[in-house]
């Protein structure tokens, strides 16, 4: 089964910056865009970027994300306690013709 | 405006399947991939599946593959996630979500809990 791999947590003080890394292969990131997705308890999730690095409108510029190879990682500037929540990044995968998500990143503001 | 609305909770015995339904409003059916993904307690965030509606072509993740079938009624602009064998290990919250303009993964449904106990 074809998956992301993410840091199971991460944190920051109010005001720092934290990234989160997601990790894939040449038929899922290498090859495709990026996504990344806030996921708070039980509510349904919210796209944060797409495109690799573009937000949808409303997203602050606070959440920015990039891609290197078959690497992608989305930071958070300017952190904020409403920042608390699990993270994940999607990419399509051209060996399962379809979506394959990461393992979730859970951030933590200390 | 978009809104995908799915059916209410079900509780099921370990062995049964389960249905469930999403219907949708505020846009095209046929022209948006729908998806369907779960989260169990505690879990992430796992895809189970998508359906083009146009065509009717299904497409599933290996790990659930023979256990779940996605349909749709193009009539009705619905689809449905249907899982098998249920074991207390799919307990969890379903959700149907459409692709739009942005990402597989633009509009959701508000989820359908599924709880498998004996």
């Known amino acids: 089964q074809s998956v992301l791999t993410q840091p199971s947590s991460a944190s920051g003080t109010p005001g720092q910056r934290v990234t989160i890394s997601c990790s894939g292969s040449s038929s899922n990131i290498g090859d495709n865009y990026v996504y990344w997705y806030q996921v708070l308890p039980g509510t349904a999730p919210k796209l944060l970027i797409y495109n690799n690095n573009q937000r949808p409108s409303g997203v602050p510029d606070r959440f920015s994300g990039s891609k290197s190879g078959t690497s992608a990682s989305l930071a958070i500037s300017g952190l904020r306690s409403e920042d608390e929540a699990d993270y994940q990044c999607a990419a399509w995968d051209d060996s399962v013709t379809g979506p394959v998500l990461g393992t979730g990143t859970k951030v933590t503001v200390l | 405006q978009v809104h995908l609305v799915q059916s209410g909770a079900e509780v099921k015995k370990p062995g049964a399947s389960v249905k469930v339904s999403c219907k949708t409003s505020g846009y095209t059916f046929t022209s948006y991939a729908m998806h369907w993904l779960r989260q169990a307690p505690g879990q992430r965030l796992e895809w189970m599946g998508w359906i083009n509606p146009g065509a009717g072509h299904t497409y599933y993740s290996k790990k659930f593959l023979g256990r779940v079938t996605i349909t749709r009624d193009t009539s009705a602009t619905a689809a449905f996630m249907e899982l098998t064998s249920l074991s207390s290990e799919d307990t969890a919250v379903y959700y149907c979500?459409?692709?739009?303009?942005?990402?597989?993964?633009?509009?959701w449904g508000q989820g359908t809990l599924v709880t498998v106990s004996s």
């Open positions: 979500a459409a692709t739009g303009d942005y990402s597989y993964f633009d509009h």
